[in-house]
């Protein structure tokens, strides 16, 4: 029975787990939630999947699991994949930059794309020392990464990992958001490298980008 993963094709978070899921082979079940709808705040979705009332989620079996990066760790030692990566010092690694990535550089953009576009649905405008205050974080980090990367390929080891996909996330929404991250040629490149060799990391970019612009079409809102 192939694994379930609850989501919205429009989100960021379920872009990581379905992307990582293709390039490990692992078979999934797509369960569309409409974000927008707040079905992922119906109750019985509180009570059985969620009750922060976020996806993605995942159920295998027994296993009710939310968190992309919970997800993707699970799925990643279900099948020995080296996404989680190749040696006990890769693995080390990858779970320190995606903690980091969680703390330091996501939630930021994630605060960004909150003021900036969910806010638009609310009829309601951003708050600009709010998104200020993001792009400081931001900027910071960015900086950070960009040296990481300056004679790099990949953010751990010489292959793709869970890392790139959490440090990657953010881009799904940049062009709408407008983060600051074309100040940052070597953090750009690498990306552009991602949607270049990873078809999977691609595809996902389409779908978002499909979603999320015809909901914005649908609203009437123009950035």
Do not use: C
């Amino acid at each position: 029975m192939a694994i379930k993963i609850y989501g919205d094709p429009g989100s960021g978070s379920l872009r990581r787990v379905t992307s990582a899921a293709a390039i490990m082979g692992v078979d999934i079940e797509r369960v569309y939630v409409d974000l927008f709808k707040g079905e992922s705040h119906a109750p019985d979705f509180l009570k059985n999947l969620n009750p922060h009332g976020l996806t993605p989620v995942m159920v295998d079996g027994d296993v009710v699991l939310y968190e992309a990066s919970a997800i993707n760790i699970y799925l990643a030692e279900k099948v020995g994949s080296d996404l989680l990566g190749a040696t006990p010092q890769e693995r080390y690694e990858v779970l320190q930059w995606m903690f980091w990535s969680g703390e330091q550089w996501r939630v930021f953009s994630v605060l960004t794309f909150d003021e900036r576009i969910g806010k638009r649905f609310m009829g309601q405008p951003e708050d600009k020392t709010i998104v200020d205050l993001a792009f400081v974080k931001i900027r910071a980090a960015g900086a950070a990464l960009d040296a990481h990367l300056a004679d790099r390929r990949f953010i751990v080891g010489d292959h793709l990992t869970l890392a790139d996909i959490d440090i990657a996330a953010p881009f799904s929404q940049n062009e709408r958001t407008k983060v600051p991250f074309n100040e940052f040629p070597n953090l750009v490149a690498w990306q552009q490298r991602l949607l270049d060799t990873v078809p999977a990391w691609a595809a996902s970019k389409r779908e978002v980008d499909e979603r999320i612009d015809g909901t914005l079409n649908a609203a009437g809102i123009t950035l």
